[in-house]
C-alpha cells in the first residue's frame, strides 16, 4: 500500500462526535500527527503499534512548529505510511489544512480531506444556543479573534462584521477587549446577548452569557480560559429556554 496522507477533522472535543469516517482513518494510520485540542480517548481508537506524534500548539509552547510538521507528513508518506494529520475541529476552520494539502499536492502524495464538526456550531448546541434562528438570526459569521489592531495584525472589517445577526470568534479571550469595543464602535448595540462558551461539549464545559459591554468584566471575574468559544448576538437569549447539557459550572452573569 502506497503512502497516503488523511488531514481528518476530529470534532470539537466530545468523542461521540467524531464522524464515521474520521473513525474509519484513525484505525488504519499507522502514524498519527494530532493537535492539542483532541480528545485523548479518540487517539485509543488508533491500534496498537500506530506512532503518536503530538503536534499542539500553546502559548510560548509548540509540540512542533509548522514547518516541522510539513516535514514529518511528507516524511512518512515517503515511507509508504498510512498517516493522519488529526485536527480539533474541522481542518479547514482556522486548522490550517489547506497549508498543509498544499505541501502534500506539491510533493505529489495523495491525500484525504476529511471534514469534522467545527466548535463555532457545536459549542453553543451544546450550550443551548442555535447559530441561526428563524426569529433572531439569519446570518452568521465565523471569525478568528487573534488580531490586533495595535500590533497591526487586526484586518477585519468590522463594519460589515456588526451586521451579522451571529458571530462565533475562535480562541478569542485574550482579545475580547478589542473585539467589544469595536463592534459596538462600528454599530453593534453595547446591549447585545454575548456567551461564552469554554471547553465546549466536553465534561468541563461551562458558559457565561452578559452583553456586548460587560463581558470582558465578567470573563475576567470567571476566569475563564481557551479554548472558549465567544457568541455575539441575539440568538444568545434562546439559551434560557433549551439549555440541555448538564455542565461543570452554570455561571449567568
Keep these: 500500500m502506497s503512502g497516503f496522507v488523511y488531514i481528518v477533522g476530529a470534532g470539537p472535543g466530545d468523542p461521540k462526535l467524531l464522524t464515521i469516517r474520521a473513525l474509519e482513518c484513525i484505525q488504519i494510520a499507522d502514524v498519527i500527527l494530532y493537535d492539542r485540542l483532541v480528545n485523548p480517548e479518540i487517539l485509543k481508537h488508533a491500534k496498537a503499534h500506530c506512532e503518536l506524534i503530538y503536534c499542539g500548539k500553546e502559548p510560548g509552547k509548540h509540540g512542533l512548529i509548522q514547518d516541522e510538521i510539513h516535514r514529518v507528513l511528507v516524511e512518512k508518506a515517503q515511507q509508504n505510511m498510512q498517516v493522519v494529520r488529526l485536527k480539533g475541529g474541522d481542518p479547514f476552520v482556522f486548522g490550517r489544512g489547506a497549508e498543509e494539502a498544499a505541501i502534500l499536492r506539491n510533493e505529489n502524495i495523495e491525500f484525504e480531506i476529511v471534514p469534522g464538526i467545527t466548535a463555532g456550531i457545536a459549542a453553543p448546541a451544546y450550550a443551548g444556543i442555535p447559530v441561526t434562528h428563524r426569529d433572531y438570526a439569519t446570518s452568521f459569521a465565523i471569525v478568528t479573534g487573534h488580531g490586533r489592531e495595535e500590533k497591526g495584525?487586526?484586518?477585519?472589517?468590522?463594519?460589515?462584521?456588526?451586521q451579522i445577526d451571529t458571530i462565533a470568534f475562535y480562541m478569542s479571550i485574550g482579545n475580547i477587549d478589542h473585539i467589544t469595543k469595536s463592534l459596538i464602535r462600528h454599530g453593534k448595540k453595547p446591549t447585545t446577548p454575548v456567551a461564552v462558551i469554554e471547553w465546549g461539549t466536553t465534561s468541563n464545559q461551562r458558559t457565561i452569557t452578559g452583553q456586548l459591554e460587560t463581558?470582558?468584566?465578567?470573563?475576567?471575574?470567571?476566569?475563564?480560559?481557551?479554548?472558549?468559544m465567544i457568541l455575539v448576538g441575539d440568538v444568545?437569549?434562546?439559551?434560557?429556554?433549551?439549555?440541555?447539557?448538564?455542565?461543570?459550572?452554570?455561571?449567568?452573569?
Design 215 to 228: 463581558i470582558s468584566e465578567q470573563i475576567q471575574q470567571q476566569k475563564m480560559v481557551n479554548p472558549s
Design 153 to 162: 495584525q487586526d484586518f477585519l472589517s468590522w463594519a460589515s462584521l456588526a
Design 236 to 253: 444568545v437569549g434562546i439559551r434560557e429556554e433549551i439549555a440541555w447539557f448538564n455542565e461543570r459550572i452554570e455561571t449567568t452573569c
